[in-house]
Nanobody, 110 residues
Framework: QVHLVESGGGLVQPGGSLRLSCAASGSRSIYAMGWYRQAPGKQRELVALISTDGRTNYADSVKGRFTISRDNAKNTVYLQMNSLKPEDTAVYYC?????WGQGTQVTVSS
């Protein structure tokens, strides 16, 4: 079973940027990787997905601001988040091979 370790969350002011990373281990084959988020009182929602060949899919709310990428040699997926808004505040979870990371808190506040 794949094990996912996330890093890069934190507190940032509106308009700022953060970069999340998620390293996968424990599986010979790493398939599509993605990021989801869950804000307090809300359901977990898709943020972005990336296939093994680099095709991407984004939630409408983050298009043009967030960029997902992956390094297949390192089994790592990244989420570059720019122009952050208070409504981006949530716990961000990495997803891969039916497994979830532990989550990393992103707080956008002045």
């Amino acid at each position: 079973q794949v094990h996912l370790v996330e890093s890069g969350g934190g507190l940032v002011q509106p308009g700022g940027s953060l970069r999340l990373s998620c390293a996968a281990s424990g599986s010979r084959s790493i398939y599509a990787m993605g990021w989801y988020r869950q804000a307090p009182g809300k359901q977990r929602e898709l943020v972005a997905l990336i296939s093994t060949d680099g095709r991407t899919n984004y939630a409408d709310s983050v298009k043009g601001r967030f960029t997902i990428s992956r390094d297949n040699a390192k089994n790592t997926v990244y989420l570059q988040m720019n122009s952050l808004k208070p409504e981006d505040t949530a716990v961000y979870y990495c997803y891969c091979n039916l497994a979830w990371g532990q989550g990393t808190q992103v707080t956008v506040s002045s």
